[in-house]
Structure formats: C-alpha cells, structure tokens
C-alpha cells in the first residue's frame, strides 16, 4: 500500500491516504464529483451516531443552513449525486463546528465525505459520528420508517 498526501487547489487542506493505488481511489471517488448540474442537491441526508446514548438518528441538512447534532452544528456546502446511469455515489462537502458550553467553539471537520466510502475522510469526534447517506432535492423525502429523528426504535 501507499501514502499519499492529497491537496485542494488553495492548499488549505490536506489529507493522508493508505490505497492500492490511484487508479482504484479514482475509479471510486472521482465519478461523485464529476457529475453536471443536474444532479446537484439542495439536500444531504445524514446520519448520525451518539456514542454516549448508542442512538442513531438520520436528519437533512439544507445546503447552506446549519442544523445541530448535540454539540455539532453541521453545514453542508455542497451535495453532489451520480446519476442513475452510473454507479452509485453521494458525496457532501460538510463543516463542523462543535459548540460545548464550557470551552470554545472549535471547528471538527471540513471537508468531503463520501457515502460509500465514509472511512476516506471521516469526522474524528469522542462523542459523534457523523456520515453522508445521500443527496436530495427539497421534494424528495426518506421514508418515514427510516427516519428516526428522535433516535427511538419504530413498532
């Protein structure tokens, strides 16, 4: 395997990577990112673990509008999604800033995750995961059985 260091354009960040090779690491990543405008969201659906509670709770995030997880205040910047034709991805580009009452507000991640590679560049948080489970458009919604908002099991 193989360490690579990648960089955006403005050199802000950067991001240390184990893989077989960057044919592969293209072949998964890439197609998310190169798709047109009509796949663009205004939506990305996220889920979210409390290691404390063990609950799991799935929300949308409105591109633009922060929207609380616990102590996490997630914005996602952009959401980009394959279209049907090629193979699944979803992809958000997410900031997250933690805001404890007793220490000051820190921001955790910034960056892109991946739905179907979310170990590529996870939040690293004590208490929270966060993750991309897909991109969608204002009408489209997650089932209501799948939405757990509350974190409580469904009858």
């Known amino acids: 395997m193989t360490v690579e260091t990648l960089t955006c354009e403005d050199g802000a ?15 998964l990543l890439l197609p998310a990112l190169a798709v047109g405008p009509a796949a663009a969201a205004e939506v990305a659906v996220l889920q979210g ?3 404390i509670t063990a609950r ?49 507000a820190e921001t955790v991640f910034s960056g892109w995750m991946f739905a179907s590679s979310p170990a590529v560049s996870a939040l690293e948080h004590p208490v929270y995961d966060v993750w991309v489970l897909d ?19 469904a009858d």
């Open 13 to 27: 960040n950067a991001l240390s990577v184990k893989r077989p090779g960057r044919a592969l690491f293209a072949l």
């Open 49 to 51: 673990l409390d290691k």
């Open 56 to 104: 799991v709770s799935t929300f949308d995030a409105p591109l633009d509008e922060a929207v609380d997880f616990g102590s996490l205040k997630i914005t996602a910047r952009a959401c980009q999604k394959t279209p049907p034709e090629a193979p699944p991805e979803s992809a958000a580009f997410l900031e997250v800033v933690d805001e404890r009452p007793d220490a000051e």
């Open 135 to 153: 991109c969608a458009t204002a009408a489209e919604e997650a089932p209501e059985a799948e939405k757990q908002e509350d974190g409580s099991a």
